[in-house]
């Protein structure tokens, strides 16, 4: 079914009641979505979409609150967030799509690829979590929140219709989401149909405890460690990070001399 008010839209932008998805589209083949962070937008990307564009129609749209894509009363929640995608690959992509996703927009994926099966094909998972982030050190609600505020507030300021004001707002409702979210029970891992790949940085905000737990739940997962980076290893060396995610997303799985984890799935896995 598609979003009413995508059919007269200019590219790159597609209406919905009560709200819009901004998005934005480079190359061509099999389509791939990315999904960026909390309180980031789509040009976290801008070292990704150049090399992942060489092979697939990549999209990168904007969360609703973040980037382009204007705010709207009420709060923004996991569900909001999987619905919208869910109907962006619906509408706007027309089908199943190869999905990625990064920290908060990886969560997205992840419940998309749970809930929507039939939508995902390929999924990968950069810096993400089963639990939602919680805040480090004393204080209450968000330690740091002002000085994040101050610092990303210039960039939302120069693509947002809000305006640079409105950003205390969205990232309110970020840290209300995260603080009040539920974390997904590793059982639940079981229910992803797609061969992922799970990517994060040696240093990253998510523990790497978190990562092998997802790792071990989903059922047709690689892991890859980035060595030397953070939680922003996609900007930090996007030549290895495209490299990896460019083999995951067009070979076939390679057979293990010696399998352990993969031990008994033989030719299963070579989709």
């Not at 905000?205 to 997962?221: E, M, Q, R």
């Not at 990896?244 to 030719?267: C, K, N, W």
Request: net charge negative; proline share 10%.
């Amino acid at each position: 079914m598609g979003i009413p008010g995508c059919e007269d839209r200019a590219p790159g932008h597609c209406g919905r009641p009560g709200g819009g998805l901004w998005w934005a589209e480079q190359g061509s083949g099999e389509p791939l979505v990315l999904l960026h962070g909390g309180l980031a937008d789509a040009r976290f990307f801008s070292r990704t979409v150049p090399a992942l564009a060489e092979r697939f129609h990549v999209y990168t749209p904007d969360a609703r609150g973040h980037g382009h894509t204007p705010d709207r009363p009420g709060p923004i929640t996991p569900e909001l967030l999987v619905q919208d995608t869910a109907a962006f690959l619906a509408s706007v992509v027309g089908g199943p799509a190869h999905l990625a996703g990064h920290s908060m927009g990886g969560g997205t994926a992840l419940q998309v690829a749970l809930r929507h099966p039939d939508l995902v094909r390929r999924l990968i998972l950069i810096s993400a979590s089963i639990r939602p982030p919680r805040p480090r050190g004393p204080g209450s609600p968000w330690p740091g929140l002002a000085d994040l505020i101050r610092f990303l507030g210039p960039g939302y300021g120069e693509v947002s219709p809000d305006g640079e004001a409105h950003f205390p707002v969205v990232a309110g409702k970020i840290v209300t989401m995260l603080t009040g979210a539920l974390a997904l029970a590793p059982a639940d891992l079981g229910g992803v149909r797609s061969r992922t790949l799970l990517m994060a940085g040696d240093e990253d905000a998510v523990s790497l405890d978190d990562t092998v737990t997802l790792y071990n739940g989903i059922p047709d997962a690689e892991l890859a460690i980035v060595p030397g980076t953070s939680h922003f290893l996609l900007r930090e060396k996007p030549d290895l990070c495209n490299a990896i995610m460019l083999d995951f997303l067009t070979g076939a799985p390679v057979p293990a001399v010696s399998p352990v984890r993969r031990a008994g799935e033989g030719s299963s896995r070579l989709r």
